[in-house]
């Protein structure tokens, strides 16, 4: 919303990031273009508190794993579209406006409504949000890990593991986990990656790990 900028704040700048996309072969998939804000113009106890946001650890992520292809489970990536946008500021923050998108009056600024990258209060608030929509939908967070999420009906396990706006999810009942990611989809946009097949830098190779683990289950550790 533009305003005028009230005398006890700041507006933090902004700029535009623009990204090539590519496919695991090299040819291009998309064109992105992101209106970044510069948070470390923010001032702590003016426009953010709070920034800590946990994410999945890398020892969670090859148990899960190991787990999913031990019990031939399916392994599906989802990515939240604009996943900051789905939450809305507790605090006032003010940004100055991104360029090529000025209204004529070069004093007002933009208040921000919702969370946009570069906030530092950004994932906090997202994480919030997710996790509040998982326990709606009777979720329980991991002890151990608070970015591991698991679901258990009926004998039906579903483990949801997040790292800011990527989910995998997996479990013992592909039809539970079709009708979870619907219900998330309701609330928040998704897009669904299919298979795994990378993430956080590992490439998960299902077929290989899967023969592997038939013809020496002592192996699993590795993973």
Not at 1 to 20: H, M, N, Q, Y
Not at 147 to 169: E, H, N, R, T
Request: hydrophobic share 40%.
């Amino acid at each position: 919303t533009l305003v005028e900028l009230p005398s006890d704040k700041i507006a933090i700048g902004c700029k535009w990031v623009f990204r090539l996309k590519q496919n695991p072969d090299g040819s291009v998939n998309k064109y992105k273009a992101c209106l970044v804000a510069k948070g470390f113009h923010q001032r702590l106890g003016h426009d953010y508190n709070e920034n800590f946001s946990p994410v999945i650890k890398p020892v969670t992520v090859r148990i899960i794993l190991t787990l999913a292809i031990s019990n031939k489970w399916p392994l599906q990536q989802l990515d939240v579209n604009n996943a900051f946008l789905n939450v809305v500021l507790e605090e006032e923050v003010y940004m100055q406006q991104p360029s090529s998108f000025e209204n004529s009056n070069k004093q007002l600024v933009c208040r921000l409504n919702k969370a946009i990258y570069g906030l530092k209060q950004a994932p906090r608030a997202w994480y919030d949000k997710l996790k509040h929509t998982l326990l709606q939908f009777q979720f329980v967070p991991s002890k151990c890990d608070p970015s591991l999420f698991v679901y258990s009906k009926a004998g039906s396990m579903v483990y949801i593991l997040i790292y800011v706006d990527d989910i995998i999810i997996t479990g013992s009942d592909s039809k539970l986990i079709r009708t979870l990611v619907s219900q998330l989809n309701s609330v928040s946009s998704l897009k669904d990656l299919g298979d795994l097949d990378y993430f956080l830098g590992i490439e998960v190779l299902i077929r290989l790990m899967a023969l592997l683990l038939s013809l020496n289950p002592s192996i699993s550790g590795i993973y």
